[in-house]
């Protein structure tokens, strides 16, 4: 009896349907594009809010007024929860995965259609909570996006009651989002693949949607029982993190690290592989040691569960962990390097196209090695004791994460948006928002480690109240200066997602001549993705290849093709 | 219209979606009572006056509970065997009994929980407490989420529906597993420590 393991049903007709609780992933990627994209503008704006107040400390914000010492403890857990946990998370691994998963496979859709709703249903939950949160009596969360206890395991001691509460909430909703979005992508990689379709032809974005699902799987865990012992202590009266009863708020920090550092990797690997793919298809020439990349990102990924304590070197761990800590954290950057090396060989003599997503795939890569230098020193522990909880460490953390989120993103989103919407963005548009992009972030990320060095403390509302503080003062103006011309350039790109959509020239199939299969059908792909489902004849990087007669040769085109072609 | 030319899955004899996912999400749960294993061992090892809390528990209550998960373990991994063998006259009656262990499995510990909070044991009581109830609690919320799962199959089964989808009892089979697993961890670390 053969089984037809293949999730197809007949496109809705309604609008409800097909647009709201739809199951199928090309609408969900959309859904969770938009959500993103709201929290994304709203982050932003919390960036803003912080960023003023941090220049002018006793003046108003221009545009909204004064921010008290409340307010801004409030705004910086805001900024921080919104951009790790509702803009990176959804951005990277929600949208791309969900779209290209099963287009890049062969697949008509995921192997759990209905559960995919689910998960987009529980994010958009976890987002009404969290906005709920913002306007409960008392405030938002405001005890820091890591909610450290026991801070955050009283109400009297932060003066935010339900607040807090529903931020937990917010957070338990979004990793049960997530789970169920890791399992559908395991599942329907192994499961669904097209004939021909072995593991090591899969694009490197396939790959690394798949180990960052491991990853996240593995170490969010322990934070959602953190997260409900957090809950109890708050609500029904128990002591898991009050030393008065018998707790342990140190126990808090190891389970909200043993999750956050690979937290930054899950985040990080979608990155890399939409990089790896468009570097690829603009350099015209196969990624650059495909397996070994491969094998690096799952040594990395799995060194990222031993290294956790070296975000806690001052918070009265045992000073003898602080060595084997500092040596795990280092050796990351090995695999990490290896990638990186592997990014810069596959450019390495191609006829570089650069296009708008190449532009963001290279800045993202030039980004990630400069925040990844300063990585290397956070991690070793003499180092770090100096610099930990300043600026440094906030200039480190951003430009590794908006190398990722931010160039690597929008590398994917440019790339893929004639596949997903039909349409082709402007180019000229495009380019001018990558270069002031660019340029505004050395602009802010720069000289942001300065202030660290300066000793300046991340989290506090008026760095004037030290003497030692105030020659930072100009570089602070300057800063907030750059970082809002950072974010009004990001209108730019807004203005032009929106006319593209509209009126934006229409996509061919191929508008970037690549390989992977989802090009191989129609932009945008009808309901059921492939009119035939394709058959897989070779790895997804055979650009230019010698004797061809094009310099690409598209994974379903048959050898019989292919040979003529050589001949 | 739905096409069926192409649909033959690349793998002939694969294996169905739902269990691929199903062992997924076991591997995402162990995690999270990972987590609250190992904090509660930490913890412990590293404080004391546990034991003496401890020596409140109901010993009896949570043997007779062992016995009861142990044999729905062998219930459901006899529906199971039932069904594939396409009888499921019995597969229902093995499934009807799983159910029943696990209903009983709530209800003792229900009488367990009062026991406990008459005598003033809340979750407030202490850091000891504050683990039993959240380890426990956890386990007892997955007991109910697997006797959901198992009650519809039951009713399938005596529909005479289970015949169209039988591989669920194996699906529903490993998950009751998981949580019989679960308990042979909690049992002796927080009854016989």
Redesign the interface.
């Known amino acids: 009896m053969?089984?037809?393991?293949?999730?197809?049903?007949?496109e809705p007709s309604g609008f409800l349907r097909r647009y709201v609780f739809s199951t199928d992933h090309k609408v969900i990627a959309k859904q969770y594009l938009a959500l993103s994209m709201f929290w994304g503008l709203f982050g932003g704006a919390t960036a803003y809010l912080i960023r003023w107040q941090l220049a002018r400390p006793e003046a108003e914000v221009p545009g909204w007024g004064y921010v008290s010492p409340d307010v801004y403890n409030a705004l910086v857990t805001m900024h921080g929860t919104i951009m790790v946990f509702f803009v990176a998370m959804p951005f990277l691994l929600a949208v791309f995965g969900n779209f290209l998963i099963p287009l890049m496979i062969g697949a008509r859709d995921m192997?759990?259609p209905r559960?995919n709703m689910l998960s987009v249903w529980v994010f958009f939950l976890a987002s009404v909570t969290l906005l709920a949160s913002i306007f409960v009596p008392g405030g938002p969360a405001s005890a820091g996006w890591t909610g450290y206890p026991p801070l955050s395991a009283k109400p009297e001691y932060t003066g935010v009651d339900w607040g807090l509460n529903l931020w937990i909430l917010a957070l338990a909703l979004e990793f049960a989002s997530f789970?169920l979005g890791?399992?559908?992508f395991?599942?329907?990689v192994?499961?669904?693949?097209?004939?021909?379709?072995t593991f090591f032809r899969l694009p490197m974005l396939v790959w690394m949607q798949l180990i960052a699902a491991?990853v996240f799987?593995?170490?969010?865990?322990?934070?959602?029982?953190?997260a409900?012992?957090l809950l109890?202590d708050r609500i029904?009266?128990?002591?898991?993190y009050l030393p008065e009863?018998?707790?342990?708020p140190l126990?808090w920090q190891h389970?909200f690290w043993?999750f956050g550092h690979p937290e930054v990797y899950v985040i990080l690997l979608p990155a890399f592989g939409i990089i790896l793919d468009v570097m690829s298809v603009f350099s015209r020439k196969p990624v650059f040691g495909y397996r070994p990349i491969i094998y690096a990102s799952l040594v990395a990924g799995f060194l990222s569960f031993v290294v956790w304590a070296h975000h806690q070197y001052i918070s009265g761990l045992d000073p003898r962990l602080a060595m084997p800590f500092s040596v795990t954290t280092i050796l990351i950057s090995v695999p990490f390097s290896f990638v990186v090396f592997s990014m810069i060989a596959t450019l390495w003599g191609g006829s570089i196209q650069f296009t708008t997503p190449m532009l963001f795939a290279v800045g993202s890569l030039g980004v990630f090695i400069f925040g990844g230098l300063t990585g290397i020193f956070n991690g070793s522990a003499p180092f770090d004791i100096y610099i930990h909880d300043t600026y440094f460490v906030v200039a480190h953390f951003h430009s590794t994460l908006i190398s990722a989120v931010f160039f690597g993103g929008l590398a994917g989103l440019y790339f893929w948006f004639p596949k997903m919407f039909g349409r082709m963005m402007n180019e000229t548009l495009g380019k001018i928002h990558f270069w002031l992009t660019f340029a505004c972030f050395i602009l802010v990320f720069g000289p942001m480690h300065l202030l660290g060095l300066g000793g300046m403390m991340r989290r506090i509302a008026n760095p004037l109240q030290y003497d030692f503080l105030k020659p930072l003062e100009p570089l602070n103006l300057f800063i907030t200066i750059a970082a809002t011309v950072l974010i009004l350039s990001q209108v730019i790109f807004v203005v032009n997602f929106v006319v593209s959509l509209v009126r934006g020239k229409a996509a061919a199939s191929n508008p970037w001549k690549a390989n992977t299969l989802e090009w191989a059908t129609a932009s945008p792909p009808p309901h059921?993705n492939f009119e035939?489902?394709p058959s897989v004849y070779r790895g997804p990087y055979e650009y230019s290849v010698p004797g061809a007669s094009d310099d690409w040769l598209p994974q379903d085109r048959p050898l019989a093709d292919a040979g003529a072609a050589a001949r | 219209m739905v096409k069926t030319d192409v649909m033959t899955p690349f793998v002939e004899a694969a294996t169905p979606p739902g269990k691929t996912g199903l062992w997924w999400f076991l591997a995402s749960e162990i995690p999270v009572f990972g987590g609250l294993i190992a904090s509660y061992v930490v913890l412990r090892l590293g404080s004391s006056g546990w034991a003496e809390a401890a020596s409140h528990l109901n010993f009896s209550y949570a043997l007779i509970n062992t016995f009861l998960l142990l044999t729905s373990s062998m219930t459901i991994v006899m529906a199971h065997a039932a069904a594939r063998d396409r009888s499921f006259g019995r597969a229902s009656l093995f499934l009807g009994a799983t159910v029943l262990l696990g209903a009983g499995f709530l209800g003792i510990k229900a009488l367990e929980y009062s026991g406990e909070i008459a005598h003033g044991f809340t979750p407030a009581a202490g850091i000891f407490w504050s683990f039993y109830y959240a380890m426990t609690g956890l386990h007892a919320l997955h007991v109910l989420v697997g006797i959901v799962a198992n009650l519809t199959l039951w009713i399938d089964a005596v529909r005479g529906r289970l015949a169209r989808h039988p591989h669920r009892v194996e699906v529903a089979g490993l998950y009751w597993h998981f949580v019989d697993i679960v308990w042979i961890f909690l049992f002796p670390l927080i009854y016989l420590s």
Do not use: Q
Request: hydrophobic share 50%; charged share 10%.
């Open positions: 053969s089984r037809d393991f293949h999730s197809v049903h007949s192997a759990f559960l789970l890791g399992i559908n395991l599942t329907t192994m499961n669904l693949r097209a004939p021909g379709m491991v799987m593995i170490s969010v865990g322990p934070l959602i029982a953190g409900v012992m109890l029904a009266g128990t002591t898991f009863g018998g707790g342990e126990l389970l043993f059921e035939k489902i």
